[in-house]
């Protein structure tokens, strides 16, 4: 079953405007992490956030962590056509093991 | 940079077919991944791998297995491919993720199966 479950499923917006997707989980985590997937590749890691944060920046990236709501948001400030692509959040389960949502699709319009 | 590679970018297979899919990692990594993604259900993984010859099952692992010879590599196998698995294929490693430490993904094998 998937731990993350990343809201809404698709996000269509124009050039210059914030995009925010959202991800619940269930269990107890130490870590979430944030995934990019252009269409027909692979995914590449954007950015980690251990549970004793509450927000992380990377660039236009910005992430916030919840942990007393299971939840975690990932905003792109001023998004570029080149930000279309899909979001996915992952969390750990046990040691080894990375569990991710089902994404949210982004498309960003010129 | 990791690079993690995967043989192939497309397979069409004919259903009973053994199929391979092969992945080489080049960062000394303990963990690899395979997961396959289908639209709708995101990415869900098939077996993962925490040493040479030591394997785990995923969420999906029936109708497949893997094989982990060497540190480097990681093969799924398809003893005899049918038509449901049909998808997009996606090999990972990584450090132990309990470390914290993230996933490095290959570009993906898409297969059909006829």
């Known amino acids: 079953s998937q731990q993350g479950e990343e809201d809404p499923q698709a996000l269509s917006i124009q050039e210059g405007e914030n995009a925010t997707m959202n991800c619940s989980y269930k269990?107890?985590?130490?870590?979430l992490q944030w995934y990019r997937q252009n269409s027909g590749r692979g995914l590449v890691h954007l950015i980690l956030?251990?549970?004793?944060?509450r927000e992380k920046h990377s660039g236009r990236l910005r992430v916030t962590l919840d942990t007393s709501k299971k939840s975690s948001s990932l905003l792109i400030t001023a998004s570029r056509a080149a930000d279309t692509a899909s979001y996915f959040c992952a969390t750990p389960r046990g040691y080894n093991k990375l569990i991710f949502g089902a994404g949210t699709r982004l498309a960003v319009h010129p | 940079d990791v690079k993690v590679t995967q043989s192939s970018r497309y397979l069409v297979k004919r259903t009973g077919e053994k199929v391979f899919l092969e992945c080489v990692q080049d960062?000394?990594?303990?963990?690899m991944f395979w997961y396959r993604q289908d639209p709708g259900l995101g990415l869900r993984l098939i077996y993962f791998s925490y040493d040479v010859k030591m394997k785990e099952k995923g969420d999906i692992p029936e109708g497949y297995s893997v094989s982990r010879e060497k540190k480097e590599r990681f093969s799924l196998i398809l003893e005899s491919a049918s038509t449901n698995q049909t998808s997009m294929y996606l090999c990972a490693s990584s450090t132990p993720t309990g470390l914290n430490s993230p996933l490095h993904f290959g570009n993906g094998t898409r297969l059909t199966v006829t």
């Open positions: 269990t107890s985590i130490n870590n």
């Open positions: 956030i251990r549970s004793n944060e």
């Open positions: 960062m000394d990594h303990e963990n």
